[in-house]
T-cell receptor, first 110, second 113 residues
Framework: GQQLNQSPQSMFIQEGEDVSMNCTSSSIFNTWLWYKQDPGEGPVLLIA?????ELTSNGRLTAQFGITRKDSFLNISASIPSDVGIYFC??????????FGTGTSLTVIP | GAGVSQSPSNKVTEKGKDVELRCDPI?????LYWYRQSLGQGLEFLIY????????KSGLPSDRFSAERTGGSVSTLTIQRTQQEDSAVYLCASSSRGWYGYTFGSGTRLTVV
């Protein structure tokens, strides 16, 4: 099935550093979302983006819906140990079927 | 319930046996989804329910996989004659009508030996 191209695949950063990850697709989508998955848990929605060019923040997280509607990025500022996990982008046109990226595994070194 | 509940949380089965995975969505959520997550991979869409009907079954990998939903609530994903490649975490999610975002359960980790 179709998947989104997400990068980087993994990141190892020092506590306090900023993090940036992105997601691209060959198809246009009208909604992009970012999820975080902790070990042994299901993904949890972090940010939803509904409009091309939209920039949305949720605490230390900022996400943007690319102007071409084929990409999105997620930034985490001043990382802390609890930011550890796998981050997934997701996109949809129907609100019924979502396509997911392959995930970015984030490790924060105290 | 307060969240999406999946059972069992872990299942080890022998190759060739059938398994049933259960999902209890959030009360009132009309849409229910099943995804499969293999080790180190993203989420692979399996099937989507709106109420009791499944408008999109396109992700079911083979005819060994089936799912049903009754009473607009509980859903069961059945895998017949399990194979080792079926080993994965099976995630269920539900959503309210018109809301673009899921609430996921914690998943069932299936291991076929």
């Amino acid at each position: 099935g179709q998947q989104l191209n997400q990068s980087p695949q993994s990141m190892f950063i020092q506590e306090g550093e900023d993090v940036s990850m992105n997601c691209t697709s060959s198809s246009i989508f009208n909604t992009w979302l970012w999820y975080k998955q902790d070990p042994g848990e299901g993904p949890v929605l972090l940010i939803a983006l509904y409009k091309a060019g939209e920039l949305t923040s949720n605490g230390r997280l900022t996400a943007q819906f690319g102007i071409t509607r084929k990409d999105s990025f997620l930034n985490i500022s001043a990382s802390i140990p609890s930011d550890v996990g796998i981050y997934f982008c997701a996109a949809t046109n129907t609100g019924n079927q979502f396509y997911f990226g392959t995930g970015t595994s984030l490790t924060v070194i105290p | 319930g307060a969240g999406v509940s999946q059972s069992p949380s872990n299942k080890v089965t022998e190759k060739g046996k059938d398994v049933e995975l259960r999902c209890d969505p959030i009360s009132g959520h009309t849409a229910l989804y099943w995804y499969r997550q293999s080790l180190g991979q993203g989420l692979e869409f399996l099937i989507y329910f709106q109420g009791n009907s499944a408008p999109d079954k396109s992700g079911l990998p083979s005819d060994r996989f089936s799912a049903e939903r009754t009473g607009g609530s509980v859903s069961t994903l059945t895998i017949q004659r399990t194979q080792q490649e079926d080993s994965a975490v099976y995630l269920c999610a539900s959503s309210s009508r018109g809301w673009y975002g899921y609430t996921f359960g914690s998943g069932t980790r299936l291991t076929v030996v």
